[in-house]
């Protein structure tokens, strides 16, 4: 069961008996993103699962294709027309006799799409203003100085969700921020595959929480409510914990969250010698 924003800010805050002290209550809600996002890093919640349509073939394929910057994880590589699953393997990992259609993603070593410096928004805004950004990336992903979010723009200056943080004025942005992945599919011959295209299920970054009523879409908040708590004690509270304090409880939540969200598995189908699924349409024996 989820528990708002709110709520998991005032129980911490009541535990340490800080609750009037707001620098303490804006430590606190940074906790609960902190962590909210470190769970949605490790587990595909289902509420965050996407799927994205690359073209290989783009005018635009240069050593791989951009993949979402609010990707969390990829959970399978698809063939658009022939319906065939892509292997993840690093090439490291291939042995010559055992090629296949396999893809693997990576980080450029370019940096961001635009850098900027001059972003100014408020509490709701889907716009920002910037003196200095004068070319339209709509499509692409930009974050806003050190907060969490990452936001579609779907104009030069205009982004969705709306954006709920503090205000912020002259700060620094990015466009398709560097830690943005490209991936790159590979044929049996070890060429790449640049005349298809393909679908990638993935799972996203959530966006964060900043008002009170705001709930973790989470199919259960223990973990998250456990991470903050402990953070709390620590860094407000100055507990000296030891290192056993919370962990358990706490990778006890997490498996339940994984239970609740495992990552999807193929259906099996028997196979015959020559790895292809065994026909009951035809004679079974002429089909082996």
Known sequence: MSTSRGDIVASTLRALRRTLNDDDRAMVEG???KFYFSICREIPIKAFRRRAEIDLSSEDYDEGMWLPSNMAGVLRVNDQDDGFDYIERDRATVESEDSSYRYYSYVPSGGPAYYGDDATLGQGDTTFLSSDLLVDYTGEYIKFGNEPGLYLLSAIKTFSPAYYGPSLDNVEFVVRPASTEKVVCVDASEDEVTDRE?????????????????VPLLPSTRALELMVMKEALSIIGKRQLSSSSY?????????????LSPYPAPTVRAKDVVNKPFSFANNIFTDR
């Open 31 to 33: 906790f609960v993103n």
């Open 198 to 214: 393909i679908y990638v299920d993935y799972w996203e970054l959530p966006t964060p929480l900043y008002r009170d009523i705001d």
């Open 247 to 259: 962990d358990r409880d706490i990778e006890s939540a997490m498996q339940g969250l994984r239970k």
